[in-house]
Nanobody, 115 residues
Framework: QVQLVESGGGLVQPGGSLRLSCAAS????????MCWYRQAPGKQRELVSC???????NYADSVKGRFMVSRENAKNTVHLQMNSLRPEDTAVYYC?????????WGQGTQVTVSS
């Protein structure tokens, strides 16, 4: 069982930056695929970025070049650095941990990009 807690969301102006963090409880964190998803009002949840147990990363086209995912296995934490934020990045951001057939989700953190 893994419990995930996201933090770092908030209100930021267009062009600004935020760094989200997701802290995981439990063991074997380094073996999990860690992903960030987001869900805007009235829209489906969408994949933003993932980092594998080996450190490989991938990104949605909409965030490539602006967001960067990283993980600190010693601290059971994954981060999402978000730069050049746009109003369309406004959403609740969720962290997900995956290993074998098991998925675990955090409760989400709100990111609002507005002037």
């Amino acid at each position: 069982q893994v419990q995930l807690v996201e933090s770092g969301g908030g209100l930021v102006q267009p062009g600004g930056s935020l760094r989200l963090s997701c802290a995981a409880s439990g063991s074997f964190f380094s073996m999990y695929i860690m992903c960030w998803y987001r869900q805007a009002p009235g829209k489906q949840r969408e994949l933003v970025s993932c980092t594998s147990s080996g450190g490989n990363t991938n990104y949605a086209d909409s965030v490539k070049g602006r967001f960067m995912v990283s993980r600190e296995n010693a601290k059971n934490t994954v981060h999402l650095q978000m730069n050049s934020l746009r109003p369309e990045d406004t959403a609740v951001y969720y962290c997900k941990a995956t290993r074998a057939m098991n998925n675990y989700w955090g409760q989400g953190t709100q990111v609002t990009v507005s002037s």
